[in-house]
């Protein structure tokens, strides 16, 4: 079946390191997004692609980079982290550019 | 940029019926999607509106008026499972294609 998947699922990393968090689909999906989830936020955009080679900054862009190479993959990167980067990461795909999304199981980020 | 409102928490009773209201005001309205998320699970899509009207699925429906800018879901005998967060996502479109907005989400305590 497919599916998406994110790793790790858990992370726990210090101020300033470099963190990537994985995002991995099988739906054979072109657009894929990454969402951040707070408390009183709600789940707020932070980039998205609609294709390999294609990358949008969201809402939330600042401080995070993505790169699209292949159709399954879009990596999210932190250059450098900070503690109001700490939450919860969901990666989401989609078939058609406004079509329903898939989500991914989630990876909660730590940043002490 | 848009604005969506939803009540933070609702509670209803198994067996019953609740209506979860959705407000947005949004300058390129192209949709408007339901999701469920149970606590620590990823985002589930539950329905998708982009006319006026009533969309029925199951249990759930859920309602669109454009003109008022207004959107419910409503749950139908209402089972334990319910018990969940309920997030109004708006799609808007715009020069930098698609992106979808999310409302903070809607709590719902499904008590015996």
């Known amino acids: 079946d497919a599916e998406i998947t994110q790793s790790p699922r858990h992370k726990i990393t210090e101020t300033g390191r470099q963190v990537t968090l994985a995002c991995h689909q099988t739906?054979?999906?072109?657009?894929m997004f990454w969402y951040r989830q707070d408390l009183g936020h709600g789940l707020r955009l932070i980039h998205y692609?609609?294709?390999?080679?294609?990358?949008n900054k969201g809402e939330v862009s600042d401080g995070y980079s993505v790169s699209r190479s292949n159709t399954e993959d879009l990596p999210l990167t932190l250059e450098s982290a900070a503690s109001s980067q700490t939450s919860v990461y969901f990666c989401?795909?989609?078939?058609?550019?406004?079509?329903?999304?898939?989500f991914g199981p989630g990876t909660r980020l730590t940043v002490t | 940029g848009q604005n969506i409102d939803q009540p933070t928490e609702m509670t209803a009773t198994e067996g019953a019926i609740v209506q979860i209201n959705c407000t947005y005001q949004?300058?390129?309205?192209?949709?408007l999607f339901w999701y469920q998320q149970h606590a620590g699970e990823a985002p589930t899509f539950l329905s998708y509106?982009?006319?006026?009207g009533l969309e029925e699925k199951g249990r759930f429906s859920s309602f669109l008026s454009r003109s008022k800018g207004y959107s419910y879901l409503l749950l139908k005998e209402l089972q334990m499972k319910d018990s969940a967060s309920y997030l109004c996502?708006?799609?808007?479109?715009?020069?930098?294609?698609?992106?979808?907005?999310f409302g903070k989400g809607t709590s719902l305590l499904v008590t015996p």
């Open positions: 739906w054979n999906h072109n657009n």
């Open positions: 692609s609609y294709g390999v080679h294609d990358t």
């Open positions: 989401a795909s989609s078939d058609l550019a406004g079509d329903e999304q898939y």
């Open positions: 509106n982009v006319l006026d």
């Open positions: 996502a708006v799609r808007e479109l715009s020069n930098s294609g698609y992106a979808l907005n």
């Open positions: 949004t300058s390129g309205f192209n949709g």
